[in-house]
């Protein structure tokens, strides 16, 4: 089945800082999203994204479809920003399901 | 808030025990999809409904079994606990039946504690 790869597994910023977080995907995909869970467990949804650009304040994505894979980046980091990053897809063989990667643990300190 | 509701938020229950989990979706969705989130596990998906019928099947034990009722509410009951159940449950939903191309809403989760 397709393998879902994030990196970094872990990292950590000062507040302010930029990051840049990947999502590798080995077999074609028609559905791509990134999540981010907080601290208390909440999954939350930043982005469908299964190709090209978009943004959200101080949050992008861009998707290489043809390249398989996925980066989100994050300006001006927050303490607020911490948390799970996990991209998900839908690979365009085969099941109904998304297949969530290994997730990019992040902690912003002040 | 995504909208989408789960109940209880926390459930704390002994082995060989059979639990109940409720979600319901957001307005005008018609697909409930469950989700098992463990530490060495991370998210997996276990199944998912569309407008009342078993739309895909993921990883579910035969001891799990879930069900959406006419109202579109979700039920995905958990029987005959091991401690290894001891998890995250998610339920999300979305407009659609299929995946591709749906966006998915992730309520805030139960968290299943199994002593």
């Known amino acids: 089945g397709i393998q879902v790869e994030q990196s970094p597994p872990d990292l950590i910023l000062q507040e302010g800082a930029n990051s840049t977080l990947r999502c590798n995907f080995s077999?074609?995909?028609?559905?791509l999203q990134w999540f981010h869970q907080n601290p208390w467990g909440q999954l939350i949804n930043l982005f469908y994204i299964p190709s090209g650009t978009k943004q959200n304040g101080r949050l992008s994505a861009t998707t290489v479809a043809t390249e398989r894979y996925s980066l989100l980046y994050i300006s001006s980091s927050q303490t607020t920003d911490s948390g799970v990053y996990f991209c998900?897809?839908?690979?365009?063989?085969?099941?109904?399901?998304?297949?969530f990667g290994t997730g990019t643990r992040l902690k912003v300190l002040a | 808030d995504s909208g989408v509701t789960q109940t209880p938020k926390h459930l704390i229950t002994a082995t060989g025990q059979r639990v109940t989990l409720r979600c319901s979706p957001r307005s005008g969705d018609l697909s409930v999809y469950w989700y098992q989130q463990s530490l060495d596990q991370g998210l997996q998906f276990l199944i998912q409904?569309?407008?009342?019928?078993?739309?895909a099947k993921g990883n579910i034990l035969e001891r799990f079994s879930a069900q959406q009722f006419p109202d579109l509410h979700s039920e995905l009951n958990l029987s005959s606990l091991e401690l290894g159940d001891s998890a995250l449950y998610f339920c999300?939903?979305?407009?659609?039946?299929?995946?591709?191309?749906?966006?998915?809403?992730f309520g805030a989760g139960t968290r299943l504690s199994v002593l």
């Open positions: 409904y569309y407008n009342g019928e078993e739309r």
């Open positions: 998900a897809v839908v690979p365009t063989s085969g099941t109904y399901k998304y297949i």
């Open positions: 999300a939903s979305s407009v659609g039946q299929g995946v591709a191309k749906n966006i998915q809403y």
């Open positions: 077999d074609s995909v028609n559905n």
